[in-house]
Nanobody
Framework: QLQLVESGGGLVQPGGSLRLSCAAS????????IGWFRQVPGKGREGVSC????????NYADSVKGRFTISGDNAKNTVYLQMNSLKPEDTAVYYC??????????????????????WGQGTQVTVSS
């Protein structure tokens, strides 16, 4: 059973930066697509960014493109989300999610992450002055 643990959340001022980490209990991240989703109370999950371990491709929501960068480090079994130029509307609980995919494919951000069957516990990101 794959386990995912998010870390790096916290309180930051608008325009600031945070780096989220998703540590996975596997040494074979190349077999997985890893995604970051966020959720505000009362709202569905929103796809933020994802990384394909098999192809190296990335995908970003329009709302974060140019500000967020996702990257993977197979040696550390970790996927990162570097968040720059943060805005108050970025405030949410951020979840790391994954699903196994052996062939190269672009990771999805749609359907509120229904394709992802492994989820972390979430980490709170609050952007406020």
């Amino acid at each position: 059973q794959l386990q995912l643990v998010e870390s790096g959340g916290g309180l930051v001022q608008p325009g600031g930066s945070l780096r989220l980490s998703c540590a996975a209990s596997t040494s074979a991240l190349n077999y997985y697509n890893i995604g970051w989703f966020r959720q505000v109370p009362g709202k569905g999950r929103e796809g933020v960014s994802c990384f394909s371990g098999s192809s190296g491709s990335t995908n970003y929501a329009d709302s974060v493109k140019g500000r967020f960068t996702i990257s993977g480090d197979n040696a550390k079994n970790t996927v990162y989300l570097q968040m720059n130029s943060l805005k108050p509307e970025d405030t949410a609980v951020y979840y790391c999610a994954a699903y196994r995919r052996l062939w190269p494919t672009r990771c999805p951000l749609d359907r509120e992450g229904k394709e992802y069957n492994y989820w972390g516990q979430g980490t709170q990101v609050t952007v406020s002055s």
